[in-house]
């Protein structure tokens, strides 16, 4: 089953998760908010699901592949735009801020989206990209249970080394790491 039809099927089940795992959940939302810029209009999560990290975290628009997880954004208030991160449905330079939150394991290309946050971003605009780590411990623990790892079971996980090339390599500068139990923030604006 391709992956954006577990998120189709299971799009209920993806949006409980976050409710039924508060303590974890707050934990990253808090990550977040620290490394974050203020958000302001023009700040965007790009794959944000079912909005449970733009809605309290103030960014009020989101793009999404998922019909399903679209319509559970705009029950949180979001502004959805159906999209794929590698061909963003957004204008060149029209973004201060991405929010790129557990996305790049499911993506097939992910330099290729890398590629496209960069195009939409303003001139020193901030990508903020949030990561399970390959054999750390939450992606162990996922995989192990059920819940969030029957997403994650096809997902492909990467390093920080090989985050930071991707960002790297497509005109992003890594600024700031924030790294604990196996899940990762980047911030990189773009150069």
Same mark, same amino acid.
């Given at each position: !089953?391709? +992956?954006?039809d577990?998120?189709?099927?299971y799009?209920?089940?993806?949006d409980?998760?976050?409710? +039924? &795992? $508060?303590?974890?959940? &707050? +934990?990253? %939302?808090?990550? !977040?908010?620290?490394?974050?810029?203020p958000?302001?209009?023009?700040?965007?999560e790009?794959?944000?699901?079912?909005? #449970?990290?733009?809605?309290?975290?103030?960014?009020?628009?989101?793009?999404?592949?998922? %019909?399903?997880?679209?319509?559970?954004?705009r029950? &949180?208030?979001?502004?959805?735009?159906?999209? *794929?991160?590698?061909?963003? /449905?957004? #204008?060149?330079?029209?973004?201060?801020?991405?929010?790129?939150?557990?996305?790049?394991?499911?993506?097939?290309? /992910?330099?290729?989206?890398?590629?496209?946050? &960069? #195009?939409?971003?303003?001139?020193?605009?901030? %990508?903020?990209?949030?990561?399970?780590?390959?054999?750390? +411990?939450? $992606?162990?623990?996922?995989? *192990?249970?059920?819940?969030? @790892?029957?997403?994650?079971?096809?997902?492909? =996980?990467y390093? $920080?080394?090989?985050?930071?090339? =991707?960002?790297? @390599?497509?005109? =992003?500068?890594?600024?700031?790491?924030?790294? *604990?139990?196996? =899940?990762? %923030?980047?911030?990189a604006?773009?150069?």
């Amino acid at each position: !089953m391709p +992956e954006e039809d577990i998120f189709e099927v299971y799009a209920d089940d993806y949006d409980r998760w976050f409710d +039924e &795992h $508060q303590d974890e959940y &707050h +934990e990253e %939302l808090s990550r !977040m908010r620290q490394i974050l810029p203020p958000p302001d209009s023009r700040s965007i999560e790009v794959g944000v699901g079912s909005g #449970r990290f733009a809605a309290p975290l103030r960014i009020g628009i989101g793009v999404d592949p998922s %019909l399903a997880l679209c319509r559970a954004a705009r029950r &949180h208030g979001i502004d959805v735009i159906r999209g *794929k991160a590698e061909a963003l /449905p957004i #204008r060149d330079g029209s973004c201060s801020s991405l929010l790129f939150a557990t996305v790049i394991c499911f993506l097939d290309d /992910p330099v290729a989206a890398l590629r496209d946050l &960069h #195009r939409v971003l303003l001139p020193g605009g901030v %990508l903020i990209i949030a990561f399970i780590e390959r054999d750390g +411990e939450i $992606q162990r623990r996922y995989l *192990k249970e059920g819940g969030k @790892g029957r997403f994650f079971s096809r997902a492909r =996980f990467y390093s $920080q080394e090989e985050v930071r090339r =991707f960002l790297e @390599g497509t005109g =992003f500068a890594v600024r700031e790491i924030d790294s *604990k139990n196996g =899940f990762c %923030l980047f911030a990189a604006p773009k150069i």
